[in-house]
């Protein structure tokens, strides 16, 4: 399901104070940085990821959320935040 404009906002506002919970370094997205979203996403639901200096940020960030089943909410400079509904005893009301 595609994010509204005010459910993007609102997650922003809800990832503001978050620290970068996963890095994405040279490799890309690689497997085992998918997997790490995965379960980081299943545990908080919202997270915010770093990537390294010179990958586009914007377009493995949108790979990451496809590949994560994840919506992409926002992408700063190299940090993204991705949003995940938990299966299980959701926190986040969007």
Same mark, same amino acid.
């Not at 299943?42 to 914007?58: Q, S």
């Not at 493995?60 to 919506?71: G, H, K, P, V």
């Given at each position: 399901m595609p994010l509204t404009a005010r459910q993007r906002r609102s997650l922003r506002a809800l990832a503001h104070p978050l620290d970068p919970v996963v890095m994405v370094g040279g490799q890309g997205t690689t497997p085992a940085v998918v997997k790490q979203v995965r379960a980081a996403l299943?545990?908080?639901? &919202?997270?915010?990821?770093?990537? +390294? $200096?010179?990958?586009?940020?914007?377009e493995?960030?949108?790979? &990451?959320?496809?590949?994560?089943? +994840? $919506?992409l909410a926002q992408v700063i400079g190299r940090v993204a935040v991705l949003y995940r509904r938990r299966k299980k005893d959701p926190t986040i009301e969007i």
């Open positions: 299943e545990a908080h639901e &919202l997270i915010k990821v770093r990537f +390294a $200096e010179g990958i586009d940020a914007r493995l960030s949108a790979d &990451l959320a496809t590949r994560s089943s +994840a $919506e």
